[in-house]
C-alpha cells in the first residue's frame, strides 16, 4: 500500500533516485542510450534539494510513498511557466516502472489539482514526449486537451512535445472514474 504526501527536504536523494530511473525506463523507446545512460543522480539530487529548500516556492512537490517508506514516484508543479492560457502547470510526473498502472498516477494529478484549486487557480497544463503514448493515452483518460506543441532539445536533439491542458481543474479533483 502506498501514500501521497508532500515532498520533504529529506526526500531529495530518494527522489534523485526516482527521477533518473523513471527517465531511464519511461524513454528508453524516445531518447538515446548513452543519454539516458549518462544521467547523474548525483545531479538530480542537487536540482532537488535546491526544489525543496526553496520555502517561498509556489511550486508543490509530492511523493508516492511505500509501507516501508521507500519513495516510487512523485509530481512536481507550480505556476505555469511559458503560457497565459493556463494558471498552473505540472512540470513532472513519474512512477518507477514497476508502480505504473496501479492509481498512484491519478492521485498525484489529483492531489496537485487539488493544491491548485485551494489556491484559487482554475486550470492547469502540461508537456509530455510526442512519442510517449502511453503518457498521452494517461493524460486523455483524464480529460487533458491538447492545446498546443513545441520542440525540446535535450542531448543536442530536438524532441517534439505536446501540451495536455484542462480549464477546469474541478474536473481532475473529481473525475468520472470508468
Known amino acids: 500500500m502506498a501514500s501521497i504526501r508532500r515532498a520533504r527536504a529529506n526526500d531529495a ?3 534523485a533516485s526516482v527521477h533518473v530511473r523513471s527517465w531511464q525506463q519511461s524513454y528508453a523507446h524516445i531518447l538515446p ?3 539516458l545512460g ?7 539530487q542537487t536540482f532537488w534539494e535546491d526544489v525543496l529548500s526553496d520555502t517561498d516556492s509556489r511550486q508543490v512537490a509530492l ?3 511505500q509501507a516501508d517508506a521507500s519513495v516510487v514516484g512523485f509530481a512536481l508543479a507550480g505556476p505555469a511557466r511559458e503560457t497565459q ?3 498552473a502547470e505540472l512540470y ?4 518507477l516502472a514497476d508502480y505504473q ?3 498512484y498516477g491519478f492521485e498525484l494529478v489529483r492531489e496537485v489539482a487539488k493544491t491548485f484549486s485551494e489556491r484559487n487557480l482554475q486550470s492547469m497544463m502540461l508537456w509530455v514526449f510526442r512519442e510517449n503514448f502511453p503518457a498521452r493515452a494517461f493524460y486523455e483518460s483524464l480529460g487533458g486537451v491538447i492545446s498546443g506543441e513545441q520542440l525540446t532539445e535535450i542531448g543536442g536533439k530536438l524532441y517534439p512535445e505536446v501540451a495536455y491542458g484542462w480549464s477546469n481543474l474541478i474536473s481532475l479533483i ?4 470508468g
Do not use: N, T
Open 13 to 15: 536523494p530518494a527522489l
Open 33 to 35: 542510450a548513452d543519454f
Open 38 to 44: 549518462a544521467l547523474s543522480v548525483e545531479r538530480r
Open 63 to 65: 511523493v508516492v510513498e
Open 85 to 87: 492560457e493556463f494558471d
Open 92 to 95: 513532472a510526473i513519474y512512477l
Open 101 to 103: 498502472r496501479r492509481g
Open 174 to 177: 473529481s473525475p468520472p472514474r
